[in-house]
């Protein structure tokens, strides 16, 4: 049996000082200046994708399990393209 090692980052959620507002890191000692700091949720990945886009790469581990990013591109019955995309959770 083949067995492969997948690297997982943790992805914490932050008060942030410098825009006082929460942010999200993949840093654990830039998150510890916040003592209310915790790992981020799915939902906190989503907003920050929709807040400024930038995405996480690879398998991160939030409260709801681990997740990765998705981009999928499909064709309807009319030739129309039809894009999705997000995290999905992969365990």
């Given amino acids: 049996m083949l067995q492969t090692q997948m690297e997982v980052k943790k992805v ?13 890191t993949d840093n654990e ?7 209310l700091h915790s790992v981020a949720s799915l939902e906190d990945l989503h907003d920050m994708v929709s807040g400024c886009g930038y995405i996480f790469e ?9 997740v990765k990013w998705y981009e999928e591109t499909t064709l309807d019955e009319h030739g129309f393209e039809d894009y999705s995309c997000g995290y999905k959770l992969v365990n």
């Avoid at 959620?13 to 507002?21: A, R």
């Fill in 12 to 24: 914490y959620s932050f008060l942030n000082p410098s825009i006082n507002s929460w942010d999200l």
């Fill in 58 to 66: 690879g398998f991160v581990q939030t409260i709801d399990g681990i």
């Fill in 29 to 35: 000692e830039v998150a510890k200046k916040d003592p």
